[in-house]
T-cell receptor, first 114, second 110 residues
Framework: GAVVSQHPSWVICKSGTSVKIECRSL??????MFWYRQFPKQSLMLMAT?????????EQGVEKDKFLINHASLTLSTLTVTSAHPEDSSFYIC??????????FGSGTRLTVV | EDQVTQSPEALRLQEGESSSLNCSYT??????LFWYRQDPGKGPEFLFT???AGEEKEKERLKATLTKKESFLHITAPKPEDSATYLC???????????FGKGTSLLVTP
């Protein structure tokens, strides 16, 4: 089946620094990748949709200059949280959609900003 | 605006005690309703997709049903390993992004 590998699984960073999260589709090509954020006991909230080779589409209220998304290849999408602050601490999850396998989710990244 | 509401927020069952989780939705043209299981600190794990009212799908102790307004996830004779958060999501007519509910946290005790 389709597998999306997400790294790192957890990261702790200092306030003001940047963190990059990677999602790789291991055995398929992901033309579209979705990035979600999940706070404790809350729903997955869509942050942005990225399409290979084009600019990401951000949801209302999500700062595109803070959450940089790059989808330069059909197997790799990255989310960089720039100048992270404690309020950015959350669980970040990527998801790829294919016609044959539907939606496949990464295992998530727990970001803690101290 | 599309909305997905899950109830109850939390559910505690004894092992073997069957129950149902509810997912009510309002969406501009449903293309698919999805059920996922999420364990703590993990990404969602796919369970079912339902496309039209009246459709039902089963997998082991789980059965998902769909009407025009809601979906149920029935759990028959649950076991402790069924403890997890169950998420419902809809795919509206426009776009491909899923819209998630807050989930139901299920705890099954021995």
């Amino acid at each position: 089946g389709a597998v999306v590998s997400q790294h790192p699984s957890w990261v702790i960073c200092k306030s003001g620094t940047s963190v990059k999260i990677e999602c790789r589709s291991l055995d398929f090509q992901a033309t579209t990748m979705f990035w979600y954020r999940q706070f404790p006991k809350q729903s997955l909230m869509l942050m942005a949709t990225s399409n290979e080779g084009s600019k990401a589409t951000y949801e209302q209220g999500v700062e595109k200059d803070k959450f940089l998304i790059n989808h330069a290849s059909l197997t790799l999408s990255t989310l960089t949280v720039t100048s992270a602050h404690p309020e950015d601490s959350s669980f970040y999850i990527c998801s790829a959609r294919t016609v044959s396998h539907g939606y496949t989710f990464g295992s998530g990244t727990r970001l803690t900003v101290v | 605006e599309d909305q997905v509401t899950q109830s109850p927020e939390a559910l505690r069952l004894q092992e073997g005690e069957s129950s149902s989780l509810n997912c009510s939705y309002t969406v501009s043209g449903l293309r698919g309703l999805f059920w996922y299981r999420q364990d703590p600190g993990k990404g969602p794990e796919f369970l079912f997709t339902l496309y039209s009212a009246g459709e039902e799908k089963e997998k082991e102790r789980l059965k998902a049903t769909l009407t025009k307004k809601e979906s149920f996830l029935h759990i028959t004779a649950p076991k402790p390993e069924d403890s997890a958060t169950y998420l419902c999501a809809v795919q509206p007519r426009e776009g491909y992004a899923l819209n998630f509910g807050k989930g139901t946290s299920l705890l099954v005790t021995p």
